[in-house]
């Protein structure tokens, strides 16, 4: 056992948020190493698929554990379809445009998603409302500190990329881990999921005891 491979674990944080979220998430240092993956900026019309090669090339290792939070979890889908993985792991996301809300199936029907003003990303406090539900006031200091990326730009392109997200079919040996009380995706269209009791939208950052803890077992279970 002298000299064991570590496992590379790369997490992807979640809409325009930052790597911050996961600053709480601690594995193992003997047996795992983490890496954070943080948002660039698309192309003009950059596909979801063509984003999600060009990440690929901050993957810097071999059959990797690749987790996403939210939009994030979307991409590292995107992502698998490029390099191997050990493992895939969703956070607070969807796995096929099935589990999305009725609201974005509606905004994308109606193409609504293109009259959010996302000029208003330099208000963040409409845009935390909007990518974190209504309840945000009182953390809103909470949001200023984990939304890293204010670029009108990039958030017109997640945007669409979320709704419009096409999945149809998900790799079956995904672990999506979910909270029951997520307002964004609601768990009663989520199916095949790890439940988190209590877990919002954000559990990442405040139920990180639960991923410290269950991560490692998560990861290793074959």
């Known amino acids: 056992m002298i000299n064991k491979e570590k496992i590379h674990v790369y997490l992807m944080p979640g809409m325009a948020a930052s790597p911050k979220i996961f600053e709480n998430i601690k594995l193992p240092e003997d047996q795992f190493e983490i890496h954070l993956l943080e948002w660039v900026l698309p192309l003009e019309n950059e596909l979801l698929s063509d984003y999600a090669s060009r990440m690929c090339k901050y993957i810097n290792h071999d059959k990797v554990v690749l987790l996403g939070v939210s939009f ?15 493992k895939l792991i969703i956070v607070s996301s969807v796995k096929t445009k099935q589990e999305l809300p009725k609201r974005m199936l509606i905004a994308k029907a109606t193409k609504a998603y293109k009259l959010i003003p996302t000029q208003l990303a330099g ?22 500190k984990y939304l890293s990326v204010n670029n009108p730009k990039y958030l017109d392109w997640a945007i669409e990329n979320m709704v419009c997200w096409n999945q149809e079919t998900y790799n079956p ?48 279970d074959h």
């Open 173 to 220: 040996d995904i672990v999506h881990i979910h909270g029951d009380n997520d307002p964004v995706f609601p768990i009663k269209n989520i199916s095949n999921c790890i439940t988190i009791k209590g877990g919002t939208h954000i559990m990442i950052i405040n139920k990180y005891k639960w991923f410290n803890e269950n991560l490692p077992k998560i990861i290793l």
């Open 123 to 144: 208000n963040i406090d409409v845009f935390a409302k909007y990518a974190f539900g209504s309840n945000v006031t009182k953390r809103l200091e909470l949001y200023k």
């Open 72 to 86: 994030g979890g979307v991409l590292v889908q995107e992502m698998c379809q490029f390099i191997n993985v050990k």
